[in-house]
């Protein structure tokens, strides 16, 4: 149903997509005759960009309100899995303060965080969307990729020093409003699946919903990209079998080195994070996804009078099998000396954890002292479990409850 969906999508709007003359932003097209209307009181209308899912451009444009109360929507998106970007116009309505597309082929919805963001959802719940407010002249005057960023993109000068350079680190940096300082939430990346396409090592991770929902509850947040990972200067060396060409090793004494490697890189993001004027000196919500929920338990560990708490999506080092067993027991021990509360997220149906061997390694947690949270959830489809940090709705609840737990306590 959800491919179905897509390619009826992608069809509708490669009919129309060129049908007036249109301008591209980055990858995503644009009508050139669109007109906002200023007299009509909504906070929908205006021009929207951002991505759907952190990385596919997406520019939604609310023009106005007709007479049968509907609201006027340009709808575009950049390249994705079905070609280049398209455009279509169509209409929407205001559902309880949700946005919702009219065409039931097709009903994405959207509504305001507090931020003053707009969320977007597809009709099947697994595609995400993120947007700011833009001035249309300026996109108009300035059509460059730029736009979709909603986090700020940076270098970290660290004090790491490789091939006698020092090594920076790139990160994307989302603020939220309000006088600062601000307390940081330090968010990881995971692995690169087999870790043999070196092609992959270039991607540059966020999770813009994520990172909404922590400006939403006061924390700057951070998503440092390690040593060969996306931009960052060094080389990517976390693990890796003796012929690199294997991919991540599944040898203890290859592996863990690798995770302590991870951990210098955390360490100095931290460090050099610590410098900005906006960044407060309250301790830091440590988190991450897959590898970076192991990382997170890490630096909770390494430095536990600095860590406000921490959040695990989907953690382990190596895969349940045919990874050594030692492996992610071992550093799951590594938050030791942290003892306050670990909220981990999981998906039921993980291809590489199962339930049985995420609650040995979360049972490493209460063994050394801290408290464990720990959460499954059904992710739609097969073997997609791994994947749960992209599907918010199925933990948005479960998260806001810790932020507002970990921010009562004196």
Do not use: H, K
């Given at each position: 149903?959800?491919?179905?969906?897509a390619v009826t999508l992608a069809i509708c709007l490669t009919a129309q997509a060129w049908a007036d003359e249109t301008t591209?932003?980055?990858?995503?097209p644009l009508p050139v005759d669109i007109a906002i209307s200023e007299e009509e009181d909504s906070p929908f209308i205006g021009v929207w960009t951002g991505t759907w899912d952190s990385w596919r451009s997406h520019i939604l444009v609310v023009e106005?309100?007709?007479?049968?109360?509907l609201y006027d929507i340009v709808y575009s998106v950049g390249r994705g899995q079905y070609g280049g970007g398209n455009w279509l116009r169509d209409k929407a309505r205001?559902?309880?303060?949700?946005?919702?597309?009219?065409?039931?082929?097709f009903a994405a919805r959207y509504t305001l965080s507090d931020t003053g963001r707009l969320r977007g959802i597809f009709p099947t719940e697994d595609r995400f969307a993120v947007l700011e407010r833009q001035d249309l002249s300026e996109v108009f005057a300035t059509p460059t990729d730029d736009w979709f960023q909603i986090g700020q993109r940076e270098f970290l000068l660290t004090d790491i020093i490789e091939d006698g350079e020092a090594i920076e680190l790139a990160v994307a940096i989302y603020v939220p409003e309000g006088d600062g300082p601000i307390p940081l939430a330090l968010v990881h990346h995971g692995s690169t699946?087999?870790?043999?396409?070196e092609r992959d090592f270039e991607l540059f991770f966020t999770n813009d919903w994520f990172a909404d929902i922590l400006n939403t509850h006061g924390w700057i947040v951070a998503f440092p990209q390690r040593r060969g990972r996306a931009q960052s200067d060094g080389l990517y060396d976390e693990g890796f079998s003796k012929d690199r060409s294997q991919g991540y090793s599944t040898e203890a004494h290859l592996s863990l080195p690798g995770a302590e490697r991870a951990l210098i890189d955390a360490n100095a993001a931290l460090a050099a994070l610590r410098e900005r004027p906006d960044v407060s000196d309250a301790a830091v919500l440590f988190s991450g996804f897959?590898?970076?929920?192991?990382?997170?338990?890490?630096?909770?560990?390494?430095?536990?009078?600095?860590?406000?708490?921490?959040?695990n999506f989907a953690g382990g080092w190596t895969a349940e099998t045919p990874s050594g067993p030692e492996i992610n027991p071992t550093l799951f021990r590594r938050i030791n000396g942290f003892e306050g509360t670990v909220l981990s997220i999981y998906g039921d149906d993980d291809p590489l954890y199962s339930t049985d061997h995420t609650k040995a390694n979360l049972a490493q947690i209460d063994e050394v002292g801290a408290q464990g949270d720990f959460h499954v959830v059904s992710?739609?489809?097969f073997n997609t479990g791994h994947w749960v940090l992209w599907w918010p709705l199925l933990w948005e609840e479960t998260l806001v409850d810790y932020l507002l737990s970990i921010q009562s306590r004196p």
């Open positions: 149903m959800r491919a179905l969906i591209m932003i980055g990858d995503a106005g309100i007709d007479e049968e109360g205001d559902e309880n303060g949700t946005l919702v597309f009219a065409d039931e082929g699946g087999l870790g043999t396409n897959s590898r970076g929920g192991v990382l997170a338990l890490m630096q909770a560990g390494d430095q536990p009078e600095d860590a406000a708490g921490v959040i992710v739609p489809g």
